[in-house]
């Protein structure tokens, strides 16, 4: 019978102490706000993050699904109040890595137009100064995060089909999805799952989920729902 391989590492703290830690910071930030918290696992962040209210949690997962984004720091005050000050701090919600190494700061509001007029005068001073390091500020409504809703229903159970398998290494996982898609040039994810056997077909899902978030396979996800006939293929591949 087929078994999972030990987790990675070892927690220092027990991770109920460690979660409850991190809800109380935000709890406190949140001051006298009615935002719900949300605590997420960040495949991007690679650690669990707060969330408060819906906005930041409809970017968590545009965030988390988009392939062509690297990391992101889902709470970026302290980092950007001790460059540009804490004005400016207070108007950006994400800070956002991409894979060609551009740096943006993306501030989320419910619609336009958007009351803050300093976010323009940050527009100018892009490239300059404490904003020397940053390519563009990008202003997302909920409209705007919320066009593809199949998007953000899949994204949802990537994100969570992720996390499960956060403590388990998977490198061996994705050669073989790698191997399976260089052979057949299509995969479903059926077959995918079909790679291992008992629990390890988990891990070899969650390493094809997480190689179509970092843009080394591709799938039909913005267009479907996740299921077994779901399709990938491997990037630049044009006839599929």
């Given amino acids: 019978m087929s078994t999972a391989k030990s987790p990675k590492g070892s927690a220092g703290h027990r991770l109920g102490t ?17 935002a719900d918290l949300m605590l997420h696992y960040s495949p991007k962040a690679q650690k669990d993050v707060v969330l408060t209210g819906q906005l930041q949690f409809l970017n968590f997962l545009t965030c ?19 460059v540009a000050g804490e004005p400016v701090a207070s108007l950006i919600d994400a800070e956002i890595k991409m894979r060609d190494d551009t740096l943006v700061w993306r ?51 990537v994100v969570a089909w992720i996390a499960g398998a956060r403590h388990w290494p998977l490198a061996e996982s994705k050669r073989k999805v790698l191997a399976l898609l260089e052979r057949r040039r299509i995969a479903t994810f059926d077959e995918i799952l079909a790679l291992e056997e008992g629990p390890n077909r988990a891990l070899v899902g969650a390493a094809g989920l997480d190689m179509f ?5 591709r799938g039909d996800l913005a267009e479907v729902p996740l299921h077994g006939l779901t399709q990938f293929h491997l990037v630049g591949d044009q006839k599929c």
């Fill in 213 to 217: 978030c970092n843009g080394i396979v």
């Fill in 107 to 157: 501030r989320l509001i419910h619609s336009e137009p958007d009351s803050a007029d300093l976010v323009e005068d940050l527009r100018k001073s892009i490239g300059r100064g404490a904003l020397a390091k940053v390519s563009s500020i990008e202003v997302w409504t909920f409209d705007q995060l919320t066009v593809n809703p199949m998007r953000l229903r899949n994204a949802l159970r």
């Fill in 18 to 34: 460690q979660l409850r830690g991190e809800t109380a910071i935000a709890y406190q930030a949140r001051g006298q706000s009615s």
């Fill in 64 to 82: 988390e699904f988009h392939s062509n984004v690297r990391t992101v720091n889902y709470a970026p005050y302290s980092s950007i109040a001790s």
